[in-house]
């Protein structure tokens, strides 16, 4: 079985600031790595995932992060925010089998920007 | 026409009404979920269908009803609802099998408030 973790229930931060998310995982078999954000009041969309290759990984709206097989993270990072960017995001797992598409998401991490 | 379609977006309704919940993918995918989402709680899997057919259900009281007539429709019939089952409904999609990812595509939600 698979299991995330995020370590950050809520982070705060001022506008044009950097921020990194946490995220670990468990897992006894190859997974695929996701973060997800929800704005208020809407569903989940994909901000970016880890497939394979670069551990190194770019999404929308300026975010990127990467995949630490050994430590066994997938931390999310952005070099200078926006209030825009206030909403909860989800780290979320999927393994490497037929059955891929049974997603283990985190509790979530609520990021607040502020002016 | 958006991805994932939910309706309606706001739902309120009393303890012994009969309602549902619609979900509609134009994606192309061959899994459809529905997941709950309750203020301070993580995300909860309550159904799961593959092809039509249910895969998983999460122990989720009888007074939920799925239905999946075909890959791309999905409802939630609801019946005699508890006030605690106020919360966030989330229908998501996936391409599952063998080679896929499993990234999930979300609706935007059905907002439930039971009185």
């Known amino acids: 079985a698979q299991s995330v973790t995020q370590l950050d229930s809520q982070v705060p931060v001022f506008e044009e600031a950097p921020v990194e998310l946490r995220c670990n995982y468990s897992s006894s078999v190859s997974v695929y790595l996701f973060w997800y954000v929800q704005y208020p009041n809407q569903g989940l969309q994909l901000l970016l995932k880890y497939l394979s290759g670069s551990t190194l990984v770019k999404g929308i709206n300026g975010f990127e992060a990467e995949f630490n097989k050994s430590q066994t993270s997938f931390h999310l990072r952005k070099p200078s925010v926006h209030i825009s960017d206030t909403a909860e995001y989800f780290c979320a797992v999927s393994v490497f089998d037929t059955n891929a598409g049974k997603s283990t998401f985190g509790d979530g991490t609520t990021l607040t920007v502020k002016p | 026409e958006t991805g994932v379609t939910q309706t309606p977006r706001h739902l309120v309704m009393g303890m012994t009404n009969k309602k549902s919940l619609k979900c509609e993918q134009h994606l192309g995918h061959n899994a459809m979920y529905w997941y709950k989402q309750s203020a301070k709680k993580p995300l909860e899997l309550m159904f799961v269908?593959?092809?039509?057919?249910?895969?998983e259900n999460n122990s989720v009281p009888s007074r939920f009803s799925p239905e999946c007539p075909n890959s791309s429709h999905l409802f939630l019939h609801l019946h005699t609802l508890q006030p605690e089952d106020s919360a966030l409904y989330l229908c998501?999609?996936?391409?599952?099998?063998?080679?896929?990812?499993?990234?999930?595509?979300f609706g935007e939600g059905s907002r439930l408030t039971v009185l």
């Open positions: 998501a999609s996936s391409l599952k099998g063998q080679g896929n990812t499993g990234e999930l595509f």
């Open positions: 269908y593959n092809f039509k057919e249910q895969t």
